[in-house]
């Protein structure tokens, strides 16, 4: 015990002392890596909602013609946590630093940190069945009882390594999302085993971090399990969807992915590696984005947007929030006021921290965005 907490306290001291070099960065996310959309707040997860089964809510005659902003509401994951897990450890697993992949070995999983921006990777260690042994989290896991463990992040994003630290954790699983990233190396300096998964942006990528993170809880089997059990899971969705929506309309309904934040002006259209294109290709909706060939996440010209022309813009519910809602935005941008999807009010917003979380969660997902998509008229009024 004594040795125990004389290592803790070494790695406290050593942590902090570095940390306080990074003060000024800590609430500067955005611009330590891409992962993160300019300026985004991550807000609590739309959670409880009791929803029909799709196949008996009957899609809009024509989609296209509806009017009205819609809210996507994302139904509770089914998924059951893994019963009894037993993981085998010691473990040497590569963590995929931004210079090249490192081994770190982890000796026990007693007391797990797993961070992202979306909360992706606390929900997967709590579908690995280890939610117990999470000791703190993001702002945006959420889990069932997930709210009653201490949060480790400042204004949402920005790692905080006294909170870390205190925690004593015996590894800490990060995608890269959260920064700064010089955080995660001073505790893994400090003696604190570090594992950096994939940051997934499509759903292959997503089976991936899954089998990297319960390889590194000392889960492999299980994660690979896991993994497999989710791209069965978003398939058979992606069925369900492809099959409820009627012949001539699967395709026709074109979407733009709309990245918006306060009365600014500003708004960024999510193409190709923003993680939108598998999630919009689910769905059944025409990508205007991959149309285009556009890439990542970039700021639109009012040109460009009145051109573009969607039907529906699908914008974080926070980032509409921000804006005023739909009164407010399309005030403040006149060229999406001028698209088909301005002149019908034609809004869909979805939870921010569940949109792109590409974990467990990302069936229900991909649920919501249909029913909002082609069945608006059978949600709750955004108005």
Known sequence: ???SRARHGLVRRRVLA???????????????????PPGSDPVPATSGAELPALSSVTPAADPRAYEGPSTAIV????????????????????????????????GSVQRVLALSLSGNLGDT????????????????TSFPGAQALPVVT??????????IVALAPDVVVSDGSLGPYDVLLQLRDAGIPVVLVNYATDFAGMYETTRQLGAALGLAAEGAALAAGMQQAVGAKAAEIASWIPEGQRGALRVAFLYVRGSSGIFYLFGQGSGVTDILGAT??????????????KPMTDE???????DVLLVMTGGLRSAGGVDGLLAAQPSVALTTAGQHRRIVDIDDTLVLSYGPRMPEVLDALARAFY?????????
């Open 375 to 383: 069945a608006p008229q059978s949600l709750p009024s955004a108005d």
């Open 304 to 310: 460009a947007m009145v051109a573009l022309d969607p």
């Open 1 to 3: 015990m004594r040795t």
């Open 284 to 297: 059944g909706v025409d990508d205007v984005a991959q149309d285009i060939g556009w890439a990542g996440m």
């Open 154 to 163: 400042r204004d949402g994003h920005a790692l905080d390594a006294e909170s």
């Open 75 to 106: 139904a509770p994951s089914p998924l059951q946590p893994l019963a009894d897990p037993r993981p085998q450890l010691p473990v040497t697993v590569s963590s995929h630093d931004r210079a090249g992949d490192v081994p770190v070995t982890i």
């Open 18 to 36: 570095g940390a306080a070099a990074l003060a000024g960065l800590l609430g500067m996310l955005s611009g330590c890596t891409a992962a993160a």
């Open 125 to 140: 260690v709590y579908a690995l069945g280890l939610g117990d042994r999470l000791v703190g989290r993001d702002v945006s």
